[in-house]
Protein backbone atom coordinates (compact mmCIF):
# COMPACT_ATOMS: atom_id res chain seq x y z
CA UNK A 1 0.00 0.00 0.00
CA UNK A 2 1.00 3.32 -0.69
CA UNK A 3 2.59 5.52 2.21
CA UNK A 4 -0.20 8.34 3.52
CA UNK A 5 2.10 11.12 2.66
CA UNK A 6 4.85 10.60 -0.13
CA UNK A 7 7.76 12.61 -1.13
CA UNK A 8 6.75 14.33 -4.31
CA UNK A 9 10.20 13.76 -5.89
CA UNK A 10 10.64 10.15 -5.19
CA UNK A 11 8.02 8.74 -3.84
CA UNK A 12 9.56 7.83 -0.43
CA UNK A 13 7.25 7.84 2.53
CA UNK A 14 7.84 11.11 4.21
CA UNK A 15 8.42 11.53 8.26
CA UNK A 16 5.08 13.71 9.82
CA UNK A 17 6.03 16.67 11.84
CA UNK A 18 7.24 16.74 15.21
CA UNK A 19 8.11 19.14 18.21
CA UNK A 20 11.20 19.71 16.25
CA UNK A 21 10.25 20.46 13.13
CA UNK A 22 7.19 21.39 11.44
CA UNK A 23 7.29 20.54 7.63
CA UNK A 24 7.23 16.97 6.51
CA UNK A 25 10.79 15.60 5.86
CA UNK A 26 12.13 13.12 3.13
CA UNK A 27 15.26 11.07 3.58
CA UNK A 28 16.59 11.91 0.21
CA UNK A 29 15.09 15.45 -0.07
CA UNK A 30 14.54 16.86 3.37
CA UNK A 31 11.71 19.27 3.63
CA UNK A 32 8.62 18.67 0.89
CA UNK A 33 5.61 19.19 0.14
CA UNK A 34 3.82 15.82 1.26
CA UNK A 35 2.03 14.01 -1.54
CA UNK A 36 -1.30 12.28 -0.72
CA UNK A 37 -2.86 9.11 -1.95
CA UNK A 38 -4.27 9.05 -5.08
CA UNK A 39 -8.05 9.05 -5.04
CA UNK A 40 -10.82 8.05 -7.62
CA UNK A 41 -13.48 11.55 -6.73
CA UNK A 42 -16.93 11.40 -9.00
CA UNK A 43 -17.36 14.52 -10.53
CA UNK A 44 -18.28 16.60 -7.16
CA UNK A 45 -15.81 15.20 -5.38
CA UNK A 46 -13.15 16.52 -7.96
CA UNK A 47 -14.49 20.08 -8.16
CA UNK A 48 -14.29 20.29 -4.60
CA UNK A 49 -10.51 19.09 -4.27
CA UNK A 50 -10.26 21.81 -6.89
CA UNK A 51 -12.00 24.42 -5.45
CA UNK A 52 -8.70 24.72 -2.41
CA UNK A 53 -6.25 24.44 -5.31
CA UNK A 54 -3.53 27.13 -5.43
CA UNK A 55 -2.21 25.06 -8.46
CA UNK A 56 -4.61 24.91 -12.00
CA UNK A 57 -6.77 20.90 -11.78
CA UNK A 58 -6.56 20.27 -16.01
CA UNK A 59 -9.01 18.13 -17.61
CA UNK A 60 -9.20 17.84 -21.11
CA UNK A 61 -12.53 18.41 -22.60
CA UNK A 62 -14.01 17.50 -24.16
CA UNK A 63 -12.39 14.18 -23.11
CA UNK A 64 -10.92 12.41 -26.00
CA UNK A 65 -12.84 9.54 -27.51
CA UNK A 66 -12.05 6.14 -25.34
CA UNK A 67 -10.67 7.92 -22.60
CA UNK A 68 -12.30 8.22 -19.04
CA UNK A 69 -11.08 10.06 -15.76
CA UNK A 70 -8.63 7.59 -13.44
CA UNK A 71 -7.69 9.34 -10.53
CA UNK A 72 -5.82 12.56 -9.15
CA UNK A 73 -3.13 12.88 -6.32
CA UNK A 74 -2.14 16.31 -5.04
CA UNK A 75 0.63 17.83 -2.87
CA UNK A 76 0.07 20.39 -0.31
CA UNK A 77 2.50 22.86 1.24
CA UNK A 78 1.88 25.17 4.12
CA UNK A 79 -1.67 25.84 5.49
CA UNK A 80 -3.20 22.83 3.44
CA UNK A 81 -2.40 25.11 0.06
CA UNK A 82 -2.59 22.33 -2.85
CA UNK A 83 0.42 23.13 -4.79
CA UNK A 84 0.45 20.44 -6.94
CA UNK A 85 -1.90 18.36 -8.67
CA UNK A 86 -1.91 14.76 -10.55
CA UNK A 87 -4.82 13.88 -12.83
CA UNK A 88 -4.98 10.82 -14.56
CA UNK A 89 -6.70 9.36 -17.83
CA UNK A 90 -6.60 6.52 -19.31
CA UNK A 91 -8.07 5.46 -22.96
CA UNK A 92 -6.80 3.82 -25.77
CA UNK A 93 -3.98 5.40 -28.66
CA UNK A 94 -3.26 3.95 -32.13
CA UNK A 95 -3.34 0.05 -31.63
CA UNK A 96 -0.52 -0.04 -28.40
CA UNK A 97 -3.80 -1.42 -26.24
CA UNK A 98 -4.51 1.25 -22.93
CA UNK A 99 -2.77 4.37 -22.46
CA UNK A 100 -1.80 6.49 -19.82
CA UNK A 101 -1.51 10.40 -19.34
CA UNK A 102 -1.11 11.95 -16.25
CA UNK A 103 -1.31 15.79 -16.68
CA UNK A 104 0.45 17.65 -13.84
CA UNK A 105 0.52 21.48 -12.71
CA UNK A 106 2.47 22.35 -10.04
CA UNK A 107 4.41 25.30 -8.67
CA UNK A 108 8.22 25.57 -9.16
CA UNK A 109 10.36 23.34 -6.93
CA UNK A 110 7.63 20.99 -6.15
CA UNK A 111 8.95 18.24 -8.16
CA UNK A 112 6.18 16.00 -9.02
CA UNK A 113 6.42 16.02 -12.70
CA UNK A 114 9.70 15.27 -12.91
CA UNK A 115 10.13 12.48 -10.93
CA UNK A 116 6.62 11.30 -12.58
CA UNK A 117 8.75 12.04 -16.09
CA UNK A 118 11.51 9.73 -14.69
CA UNK A 119 13.60 13.18 -14.98
CA UNK A 120 16.41 14.04 -11.99
CA UNK A 121 15.73 17.31 -12.12
CA UNK A 122 13.04 19.22 -9.78
CA UNK A 123 12.07 21.81 -12.18
CA UNK A 124 12.26 21.17 -15.98
CA UNK A 125 16.00 21.47 -17.43
CA UNK A 126 16.41 24.98 -18.45
CA UNK A 127 17.89 24.60 -21.94
CA UNK A 128 14.68 23.14 -22.94
CA UNK A 129 13.35 26.51 -23.88
CA UNK A 130 15.93 27.34 -26.12
CA UNK A 131 14.66 25.14 -28.55
CA UNK A 132 11.35 25.86 -31.01
CA UNK A 133 8.64 24.15 -28.99
CA UNK A 134 6.84 20.71 -30.23
CA UNK A 135 3.22 21.22 -29.96
CA UNK A 136 0.62 23.48 -28.94
CA UNK A 137 -2.57 22.47 -26.06
CA UNK A 138 -4.95 25.13 -25.07
CA UNK A 139 -5.16 25.59 -21.84
CA UNK A 140 -8.01 27.92 -20.02
CA UNK A 141 -8.49 28.95 -23.70
CA UNK A 142 -4.80 30.01 -24.53
CA UNK A 143 -2.47 28.82 -26.98
CA UNK A 144 0.03 27.19 -24.90
CA UNK A 145 3.57 25.97 -26.14
CA UNK A 146 4.56 22.36 -24.97
CA UNK A 147 8.18 20.79 -25.48
CA UNK A 148 9.39 17.44 -25.74
CA UNK A 149 11.55 16.67 -22.65
CA UNK A 150 13.84 13.28 -23.36
CA UNK A 151 13.06 10.75 -20.85
CA UNK A 152 12.65 7.16 -20.13
CA UNK A 153 11.70 4.99 -23.56
CA UNK A 154 8.83 3.77 -21.59
CA UNK A 155 6.98 7.12 -21.91
CA UNK A 156 6.47 10.59 -23.91
CA UNK A 157 7.02 14.11 -21.71
CA UNK A 158 6.04 17.45 -22.56
CA UNK A 159 6.19 20.33 -20.50
CA UNK A 160 5.17 24.46 -20.96
CA UNK A 161 3.75 27.33 -19.22
CA UNK A 162 0.17 27.66 -18.03
CA UNK A 163 -1.10 30.16 -15.69
CA UNK A 164 1.79 30.45 -14.30
CA UNK A 165 2.57 26.92 -13.22
CA UNK A 166 4.65 24.50 -14.58
CA UNK A 167 2.56 22.09 -17.31
CA UNK A 168 3.27 18.31 -17.68
CA UNK A 169 1.84 15.69 -19.66
CA UNK A 170 3.27 12.65 -19.25
CA UNK A 171 1.89 9.31 -21.56
CA UNK A 172 2.87 5.49 -21.07
CA UNK A 173 3.80 3.83 -23.64
CA UNK A 174 5.54 6.33 -25.54
CA UNK A 175 3.52 6.21 -28.49
CA UNK A 176 1.07 8.25 -26.42
CA UNK A 177 2.32 11.38 -27.22
CA UNK A 178 -0.65 11.58 -30.20
CA UNK A 179 -2.85 12.78 -28.10
CA UNK A 180 -1.01 15.74 -27.02
CA UNK A 181 -1.29 17.78 -30.01
CA UNK A 182 -2.96 21.37 -31.04
CA UNK A 183 -6.78 19.96 -30.29
CA UNK A 184 -6.47 19.34 -27.08
CA UNK A 185 -8.25 21.63 -25.07
CA UNK A 186 -7.39 21.66 -20.91
CA UNK A 187 -9.89 23.20 -18.95
CA UNK A 188 -9.13 23.94 -15.36
CA UNK A 189 -11.48 22.38 -12.72
CA UNK A 190 -11.01 25.86 -10.48
CA UNK A 191 -13.15 27.93 -12.99
CA UNK A 192 -16.53 25.68 -11.94
CA UNK A 193 -17.54 25.64 -15.59
CA UNK A 194 -17.44 22.27 -16.08
CA UNK A 195 -20.78 21.08 -15.27
CA UNK A 196 -21.13 17.87 -17.00
CA UNK A 197 -20.37 13.75 -15.65
CA UNK A 198 -16.69 12.96 -16.33
CA UNK A 199 -16.58 9.73 -17.56
CA UNK A 200 -14.73 7.58 -14.95
CA UNK A 201 -12.75 4.35 -14.44
CA UNK A 202 -10.56 2.36 -12.44
CA UNK A 203 -8.17 3.77 -10.57
CA UNK A 204 -4.85 4.31 -12.29
CA UNK A 205 -2.17 1.81 -10.77
CA UNK A 206 0.64 4.04 -12.50
CA UNK A 207 -0.59 7.33 -10.43
CA UNK A 208 -0.78 5.30 -7.38
CA UNK A 209 2.68 3.62 -7.41
CA UNK A 210 4.18 6.72 -9.55
CA UNK A 211 6.26 4.50 -11.26
Known sequence: MAPEFACPRCGLELQPPTLMHREYLCSAHGPVAPLQRAVLPHATGLRQVASRSAVPMWIPWP?????????????EGTAAEITATAVGFTGQEFDDGPTDMIIVAEKPGTGLGAHLAGLEHVDPPAMFVAE????TVHAAGWA????????????????????????????????????????????????????????????????????
Open 63 to 75: LPATWLFTGVRVA
Open 132 to 135: PATT
Open 144 to 211: TPLWSIPSQTDRSVYVGEASGEWLWLITWPQSGWSVVHSDLRLRDLRDGSLHSDIPTGALMPRLSGLR
